[in-house]
């Protein structure tokens, strides 16, 4: 799996970062510090989901990230429509 960091300038693509979970594609990771300016292109990263950490296994930093929050269970279920089907907010395919 390829990993993109990005940092949001500002509030549209703050929106548009999060409006991407929507497909399960992108999650929206957040941290104390710019990790896009403390990882390089190239270097390898892990990101513990449940442990709310990002480890960068090239310089050996590990960075604290923010609880996933209300997009957890969206991308636990695979994206919006998969979680609307388990929520029973739209009948599942087979009805």
Wanted: with cysteine.
């Amino acid at each position: 799996m390829m990993l993109r960091l990005r940092g949001e300038r500002n509030y549209d693509e703050f929106v548009n970062g999060r409006n991407s979970v929507a497909t399960g594609e992108v999650y929206p990771l957040d941290s104390e510090v710019r990790i896009c300016e403390e990882c390089k292109t190239g270097d390898v990263v892990t990101v513990e989901l449940g442990e709310s950490r990002l480890i960068n296994h090239t310089t050996g930093k590990e960075y604290k990230l923010k609880p996933i929050g209300d997009a957890g269970p969206v991308i636990e279920a695979g994206g919006i429509f998969a979680y609307a089907r388990k929520a029973g907010m739209i009948p599942n395919r087979e009805d």
